[in-house]
């Protein structure tokens, strides 16, 4: 059912609301300001004072930072580690009995897991790891639905300084493959499957897939979940419940160096090979655990739900490590929102006293189209904070999240960060910083980041350019997995010394924080990254296919949509058959949440002289429908005209 959204009648400032500022963690400007210059002035005596105060060390570093760039190494010396940080210290106080997390799965099951019992847990199961001969240093995925037990197997691995990277469900056996061996892993730790509106995402199956062509996994480990019949590989392949059968109660955490590997992320890059982003221990954990405080004012009291999947970096700086070492209440949700109706998140939202709620505007935009009847059932008056993340937020959806949702009285912090920045960059300190919807507005403490042009220089004020980061943080990337010189050219090699964000965006006369897209090949679809190239490079797999050019169209739900521009192979005609036929591969090659929206098949693809393809023209194309931008380089001018036409024949 659909409703026409509202026009947006947006104020330009929203100041925070008296009430919110008076029990803000951070209340006013004037503490705002205080906060970022003295991160700014000494940024060593102000993270280390804070890495001493709010984490705990088995060992106290010597170092704040150590900073060769492009390399930090962040409070050298020190021992730490994360699981300690996020449960056992916990455990020593009035918290040991306070929910960790409330879990509810897809078909109604719930959940409610204590600090204390979720250290038993992950103690349990890192015995189980323990058992199976794994040590510290050795590599972990896991490719798990929405469950207790992918937090639990995360914290278990931190707990052994078992790196992992976390495989978002809905990728394909190919893409879990290609992370399993760039990772060189030796356990694979999943479930039979999860439930996804009300069909059963089959996990096991795709392991099985992907294991045939990964020699270095020794063990999996199977999660029961759905309880349907799953292949077990003997000598291999164990159930997660038997192995528990002789755990231990009590494994002690390793004690890691502050700069231990804590886990690699798998994103999408402008070439056709994902970037395994490596995140480490003790900077990552302060900044995931400040940010908690600054931008989600979180209090003990509060009942906090970030939607995210733990397969991406959201869901591990704020659904798992973030909120646990802040010892907060984290709520976590297996299913589909509309799953068995759209107003699911608002049940769980009352049913749980949700107070700090954070989203993304693909997920606000796909509920505001349902209509306002499905919010309007539920009371929603325990929320007090809204966040935003992954995409720039509309006016339309700003407008319905702080009228329908927050009842025009809860602030909404829009946070800008990056899978490589492993925490919020730009965003309100909401007792604080006035909001400008649509703006991310402020950095937080101590981060300098500036708008240049091509050749690195500060574009005027209000202008559009490159963003850019020029100090060093915490929470930062600290390379690329195996690969130090595509990390260094990546990131540090656009503007010497800074690094580069692929962000476009402006600055206001208040210093306040536009960000306007991406400027690489790399789409935003649901807030997700998705890489032309990827796309480009599982296309030219399918025998029919002679070439390709992937390009990202607005839509309206989506913010972008994946659009492909095809050449077959000569001899090959049945465009009709073919389209649905590539839609499918591209969701069987890299998972389903990437299937092109639109197939466009074409005599010819735009290159320059020298045969690269121009992208920027398809760009324009499906955007605008015509061509505006300077179009000399072009080599054969025929190809566009037809590109064109095509489009009018629509
Ligand atoms: O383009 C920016 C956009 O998402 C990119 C980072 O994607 P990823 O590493 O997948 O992490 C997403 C979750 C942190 C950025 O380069 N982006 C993220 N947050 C915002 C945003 N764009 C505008 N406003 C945001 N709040």
Redesign the pocket.
Known sequence: MTQPAKPATLPTLVPPPAEFAAQANVSGMEAYKALYESAVNDPAAFWGHLAETELDWFQRFDKALDWQPPFAKWFSGGKINVSYNCLDRHTKTARKNKAAIIFEGEPGDQRIITYQELHRLVCRFASSLLTLGLETGDRAIIYMPMIPEAAIAMLACARLGIPHSVVFGGFSAEALKARIQDLEAKVVLTADGGWRRGKEVKLKEAVDEALKFCPTVEHVVVYQRTGSAVHLESGRDHWWHVLDETAREEVPAVELDSEHPLYVLY??GTTGKPKG?LHTTGGYLLQCTMTMKWVFDLKESDTYWCT?DVG???GH?YVVYGPLSAGATTVMYEGAPDTPAFDRWWRLVDKYKVSIFYT??TAIRALIRQGDHWPERHKLDSIRLLG??????NPAAWEWFHRVIGGNRCPIV????????GA?M??AMPGAVPLKPGS?TLPMPGLVAEIVDNHGNLVPEGHEGF?ILKTPWPGMLRTIWGDPERFKEQYWSKVPGAYF???AARRDKDGYYW????VDD?M?VS???LSTMEIESALVRHPAVAESAVVGKPHEITGQAVCCFVTLKKGISDHEKLGVELRQWVAHEIGPFARPEEIRFTEALPKTRSGKIMRRLLREIVTSHTVAGDVTTLEDMNVLTSLSAQHDED
């Open positions: 994103t999408s982003i995210a991406w970096v959201t700086s993304s505007p935003s993340v992954g995409e720039p937020i829009d946070t800008w960060w990056q899978t490589e920045t919020i730009i965003a991310g963003l964000t692929g962000d960000i306007l897209g991406r790399v935003n807030g997700h990254r």
